[in-house]
């Protein structure tokens, strides 16, 4: 695998990484917007699986410089 293909490959993994911390924005997002007054509770637990998603982000581009 060339180079080239290989940091390809880097960031689409990492575009994975990045899409699931937006997810995660997104669910908190529509709780706020619409259910929180029935959904409040599910708001620690999501927003402890951002900081643990984002330290995944953080991390991996760390290993990579050419990341933006």
Do not use: C, P
């Amino acid at each position: 695998m060339s180079s080239n293909e290989q940091e390809k490959e880097i960031k689409k993994e990492y575009a994975g990484y990045k899409r699931k911390v937006v997810e995660l924005a997104g669910e908190i997002h529509d709780i706020v917007e619409d259910t929180i007054w029935t959904d409040y509770e599910r708001l620690l637990t999501l927003s402890e699986s951002v900081q643990v998603a984002m330290k995944d982000v953080v991390d991996f581009k760390a290993k990579h410089d050419f990341l933006k």
